[in-house]
């Protein structure tokens, strides 16, 4: 399938805040607050939109999350036509807002066997290169999306840089782009690898191997000791230390066959907990609270539980990550088109039906 370029209105600066109506808090960090929603235009014209706005950061934090605003506004102000990425649509103070596209990131998106997708993904940074910028920051995950297309889209152009070509660094900032795809098509495409990419895979670039030996211990310390940010594609260390705890728990219980861990965002800025439990016996809720607060004696906050006839599963038994974390992320206009099977899309429909977490959607009655 083709990817299809879409109208791109105008971009309107100086522009009104109040012209964008949230509906989804997506992600928070410590740098900025990414919501969905939709932004009206001058002309009237209601356009599908996310807005980054970076307007209640810690005074400590500001000048350096204006920055990577600016590097943003800048980069998409140079791609914005070129179909790789959503268009800029408006800038203001503290915000910027660009288009929506349907899709999901690639981490949730898991695109096994999915040669096309990489196809796309090397095609777009190309013509990312050719528009004179290099991403910078394509090891992340969260920062290529699977479009439900089917084209590969690139997201977040904070660390984006302008370069050339002619320039050895800017040679060198394309290869590091492109290696960075080739360990995610290592991830879920593995035999589709060519000699040439295996070894682009084994080469780092000199630049690379400096970073991490001196420059990447330096950002850990500071983002992980210093601001107690843990860029864990986006989730959190309560998802990646909290989580597994309460899981392990709550397989503990005699009545549960298996459970599952997904995370959402809560209207607060927290990162909230929603364990998903199949049971194998009859069992409340309220038993399983319970449970948890014997088992675990500092008892760590679950915000929701919900218990389901049964967890999603793949072809190969594996727990549906991606479908469990949209339902739990209250944002289920995927489901079908991840789903796959009917069995699969009947299965997430009615866990979807019985979702428990409808905080994040702001304006809108939920689906």
């Known amino acids: 399938m083709a990817r299809t370029l879409r109208p791109v209105p105008p971009v309107a600066y100086n522009a009104d805040p109040s012209r964008f109506a949230v509906d989804t808090v997506l992600k928070r960090d410590v740098f900025s607050t ?29 000048p350096l999350a204006r920055q990577l605003a600016l590097h943003e506004v800048k980069a998409l ?29 690639l981490q949730i998106a898991r695109p096994v066997g999915d ?47 302008p370069i050339s070509r002619r320039w050895k660094l800017g040679r060198v ?12 098509k290592r991830t879920y495409c593995p035999d589709e690898l060519t000699p ?11 630049p690379t191997r400096i970073w991490m030996a001196t420059g990447k211990k330096v950002y850990r310390f ?17 998802v990646t230390q909290v989580g597994p705890r309460i899981i392990a728990a709550l397989k503990t219980h005699p009545a549960i066959a298996d459970a599952h ?20 016996a009859a069992v409340t809720v309220a038993e399983l609270r319970a449970h948890l607060a014997d088992a675990l004696p500092d008892r760590p906050h679950l915000d929701h539980l919900q218990i ?16 469990l974390l949209l339902i739990a992320r209250n944002q289920i206009e995927m489901l079908d088109t991840l789903a796959g099977s009917e069995t699969l899309r009947a299965q997430a429909a009615e866990i979807a039906r019985a979702r428990l977490n409808l905080t994040d959607r702001i304006t809108r009655p939920a689906a």
């Open 173 to 184: 900032l394309a290869y590091e782009d492109l290696r960075h795809l080739l360990k995610h």
């Open 77 to 105: 102000e140079k791609v914005t036509r070129t179909g790789v990425t959503t268009p800029l649509l408006a800038v203001g103070h503290r915000f910027l807002v660009r288009g929506w596209i349907e899709g999901v990131p």
């Open 196 to 206: 040439r990419e295996r070894a682009m895979l084994a080469k780092k670039s000199v």
């Open 115 to 161: 040669s096309h997708f990489f196809h796309s993904a090397r095609k777009a940074l190309r013509t990312l290169n050719a528009a004179g910028y290099v991403h910078n920051d394509l090891a992340k995950q969260q920062n290529w999306l699977r479009g439900a297309d089917g084209e590969a889209w690139l997201m977040d152009f904070q660390l984006a840089l």
């Open 261 to 280: 861990m997904a995370d959402f965002q809560t209207l607060g800025g927290k990162v909230g907990l929603y364990a998903f439990v199949e049971p194998k």
């Open 34 to 62: 990414v919501e969905r929603g939709t932004w009206t235009d001058p002309s009237g014209r209601a356009w599908p939109a996310v807005r980054r706005r970076w307007n209640e950061v810690s005074p400590w934090l500001a």
């Open 222 to 238: 500071v983002t992980r000791r210093l601001l107690s940010y843990s860029d864990t594609e986006g989730r959190g260390p309560r």
């Open 308 to 323: 389901v006839p049964a967890l999603p599963r793949a072809a190969d038994g594996m727990v549906r990550d991606d479908l």
